[in-house]
């Protein structure tokens, strides 16, 4: 799909997961779950699976301000970024893929592609945060 970023990190998982969370919470947003797959996969089929984790977050007051601009907007909150661990196989090492979904920017309201705009702009500097060694790839705005 031409909305969902991603990128790939040589780090290890906890660190990838750390970094993410990160960016999350420096941001301004609130973690509100978190699904861990890879986890419930491995525990139910008794075998051993990559790690794969997708985080909920969410900031109310960009949710009132979807809300305000397109109620229908809503269903794109909570945001959520995935981490899944890449085994290693005899072709390639293991990675760590980052990934959300941005929202779309070629809507009927140029109210709301700003809005995206914008949206996808933070979400991007998230992923490319914890996809990176560089602590100073995101700049933070307070």
Known sequence: SNNLYKKFSEKNYADTIQDIEFAITENNFRIINRINIGEAIQERKEKIFPKNEIILFCNLSIAEKMLDL???????????????????????????MIGTHLLPTETKSPDINVFSLNMNEILRKMIEYAASDDPFVMKFEK
């Open 70 to 96: 397109e109620p229908d907007f809503i269903n794109f909150c909570p945001y959520k970024i995935t981490i899944a661990e890449i085994p290693e196989t005899s072709d390639s090492i293991g990675k760590i």
